[in-house]
């Protein structure tokens, strides 16, 4: 007879290149699950106080006791029955290997409903260790290590997985021989014989008890598998509820015996009174984030990125132009590939590196701190009619990281729709890549008053990606019901090893990123902006270059937008790489080897890269934080969502660049040539018109309607 399997067969050789014993790590989210994982395998995985944070599964070698073993880290799931991508991606893992040991992590203060997973492992028959991870100094609650091993009939162990205590004990549980745990007492008193007598196909295919209770909990994903309908299947009422009730009834009991509570609750403060206020939940995240970039672009940061500049320019960049001079000749080619495209567009980007530091530094604050699951609790409402879930803000904060990592998170979406809607609508967020932009263009033409650019850029980010999502809720993508499970983990203060720890990953990639694609962009720009299509070179033979020739092809399009240069349109055209290779760009083509001395370049009509005033830079900046993600972001959306949505997702961000590009150019030169109040007073006197002529259109709509319909009458 046929044996009943759920979930899908996974290789384990994906994760390592030789078969190798393997030892899951698995848990509820905000367990400190990736904590333990890097404090095992001395890695540097990305953790947060959040649901998500990791989306797919992740292996690496460690050392237990002098075995090498190959630690997994599964996505965080609250039980067997997944609601979203990355629980699945668990679920399935710990199905197509049945025989692996698993290291459940449980979080000392949340331990009574993290047990519900731990009786969910139980009822698989896996072998499991329980891991309870006691993260602070006064925890809300005890345990009886002993009497809950004695009563779950497995080893638990108590850790803590940043420090690093209770990891001899738990390397001991480890290497003991598999031994699958006994079932819970309670799975006797659930009816499974009886629906298996009672359903012939039930009967038939031999299902197992784990799968019996899967059922019993109406479980979509094995109902979908068999080509199940649970209203044909004759089981008991409330059958959910019977399974529930079951397990927290055993849980109850283990409370009273074995945890002695404070009576505290887990993650409540005084502090939400105001963070989670209806009223002042958004204005108080808006003066962090305008904190945080005032430091970050404008008082430290800036005194920083001038510092390192400075540093730069006088120990490397003299010392290359020097001996380019000395070796080669003021006049050859070598000379300039080397001081324009690697010294002046390279260290123009690698100045930034102080205020990448300093932003990853704060954002790092508020996701560790458990702020963001408030900021997500408060936005949840807002977001729902907008067809996202609150996990969607996760996935929207970290775009101002990166939009790569960040279309990842996307996953923990429930509803497909939403998932889609969510990848899409990161990339107008202003990534970490974009801020050179808006902070060398930007305080070029508006000095002090471009932190106010900045945070109207940043925010125009997010007030388009709502409106394009509203859109899409109300037309093509609309999205189900979800469901939003969310936990309030206590604030905390981030310890020095793991602030240390991101920024050193930061700075790490920030370094890659400049030593390996800038130096190659910014090579292949400047060969394709000093050589002609016969390969002589430009400075030499006054020739036309080929990226003047392609950029003068483009120019026209940009024309309306006040911007028309073929400089410009060559510079846009290679921050379709990475968006840092726009200033990097635009430091080659006006030939500038200080960072200092962009900003003056753009006003000098002659040079290639020119912006004749305010109007055209504010046009130029929103167009590059709306017109398209990097290849990078791409090829993520690609697979995430489909070549079709990414597809469709670059040409709407493109012509909504454009139109909006071109609004903010002709209002913002209104301004500048009839005064402010006359151009808001016809903006306001337009808003009206078009307002009004939408009530009209829906009150004659509504007229034709029939008397009777029930539409009109609600």
Request: overall charge positive.
């Amino acid at each position: 007879m046929k044996k009943i399997f759920h979930g899908k067969k996974v290789n384990s050789n994906l994760i390592c290149g030789k078969p190798m014993k393997q030892i899951l790590l698995v848990g509820n989210p905000n367990t400190g699950k990736t904590t333990l994982f890097n404090s095992l395998t001395k890695s540097n995985e990305h953790v947060g106080n959040w649901h998500g944070v990791t989306v797919e599964e992740k292996g690496k070698e460690f050392d237990c006791n002098g075995q090498k073993l190959m630690l997994v880290d599964l996505p965080g799931i609250y039980s067997l029955s997944s609601l979203s991508y990355e629980e699945q991606v668990a679920i399935d893992y710990i199905r197509a290997h049945p025989k692996t040991k698993i290291v459940n992590i449980c979080d000392l203060n949340n331990i009574q409903r993290n047990l519900s997973l731990t009786l969910g492992l139980l009822e698989l028959g896996a072998d499991v260790i329980l891991a309870v991870n006691c993260m602070d100094k006064k925890p809300l609650n005890k345990i009886d290590a002993q009497g809950l091993s004695r009563q779950l009939g497995i080893d638990v162990v108590q850790i803590n997985a940043e420090k690093g205590w209770g990891f001899d004990m738990l390397k001991k549980s480890i290497l003991k021989p598999f031994s699958p745990s006994s079932r819970p007492s309670y799975v006797k008193s659930l009816p499974l014989k009886q629906i298996q007598r009672d359903n012939f196909l039930l009967n038939k295919y031999k299902f197992d008890e784990f799968s019996l209770i899967k059922i019993l909990e109406h479980d979509e994903f094995i109902f979908k598998e068999f080509d199940l309908d649970y209203q044909s299947l004759k089981l008991p009422e409330d059958s959910i509820a019977l399974v529930a009730n079951a397990r927290y009834n055993f849980i109850s009991q283990l409370q009273k015996k074995y945890i002695h509570s404070s009576g505290k609750i887990y993650g409540k403060s005084f502090i939400d009174k105001i963070i989670l206020n209806r009223f002042l939940a958004l204005p108080i995240f808006l003066l962090i984030l305008c904190g945080i970039f005032y430091i970050t672009f404008f008082s430290l940061g800036a005194w920083l990125s001038d510092c390192l500049n400075h540093l730069l320019d006088i120990s490397f960049g003299e010392w290359i132009e020097k001996f380019c001079f000395n070796s080669f000749g003021e006049s050859s080619w070598i000379t300039h590939l080397l001081c324009n495209a690697v010294v002046g567009g390279v260290g123009t980007v690698l100045s930034f590196l102080p205020q990448v530091v300093i932003l990853f530094f704060f954002l790092s604050l508020l996701e560790d701190s458990g702020y963001l699951s408030r900021v997500a609790f408060a936005s949840e409402d807002i977001f729902g009619k907008l067809g996202l879930s609150g996990k969607s803000v996760y996935t929207l904060l970290m775009g101002f990281g990166c939009s790569t990592s960040a279309v990842l998170t996307a996953r923990n979406m429930e509803d497909k729709n939403s998932k889609i809607k969510t990848a899409l609508l990161t990339p107008y967020m202003s990534c970490s890549a974009k801020f050179p932009i808006y902070v060398v263009i930007g305080g070029a033409f508006f000095g002090a008053n471009n932190i106010f650019v900045i945070l109207g850029l940043y925010l125009l980010g997010l007030v388009i990606a709502v409106f394009l999502s509203y859109i899409l809720e109300k037309t093509i993508l609309r999205s189900k019901e979800q469901s939003f499970i969310l936990e309030f983990p206590p604030y905390r203060i981030s310890g020095p090893k793991r602030l240390f720890n991101v920024l050193w990953e930061n700075i790490k990639l920030f370094l890659i990123r400049v030593g390996s694609l800038l130096i190659s962009m910014n090579v292949i720009v400047w060969i394709l902006s000093n050589f002609s299509f016969d390969f002589s070179f430009v400075p030499s033979s006054n020739k036309e270059s080929m990226l003047e020739g392609f950029g003068k092809i483009l120019a026209p399009i940009f024309v309306p937008l006040g911007f028309g240069s073929w400089g410009i349109a060559s510079a846009l055209i290679a921050g379709i790489v990475a968006k840092e290779v726009i200033i990097s760009s635009i430091a080659m083509f006006n030939h500038i080897k200080n960072e200092n001395l962009i900003g003056e370049s753009l006003f000098i009509e002659s040079n290639m890269v020119y912006f004749p005033g305010p109007s055209s830079v504010l046009a130029f900046l929103v167009f590059a934080l709306l017109y398209c993600p990097c290849i990078s972001t791409m090829a993520v959306l690609s697979k995430e969502i489909g070549r079709k949505w990414t597809f469709l997702g670059i040409v709407a961000q493109f012509i909504i660049a454009y139109v909006v590009a071109l609004f903010t150019y002709n209002v913002f030169g209104a301004c500048e040539k009839f005064g402010v109040l006359p151009v808001l007073i016809v903006f306001l006197v337009f808003i009206i018109i078009v307002v009004s002529f939408i009530k009209i259109s829906s009150a004659i709509k509504k007229s034709k309607c029939c008397a009777n319909c029930d539409k009109c009458k609600k």
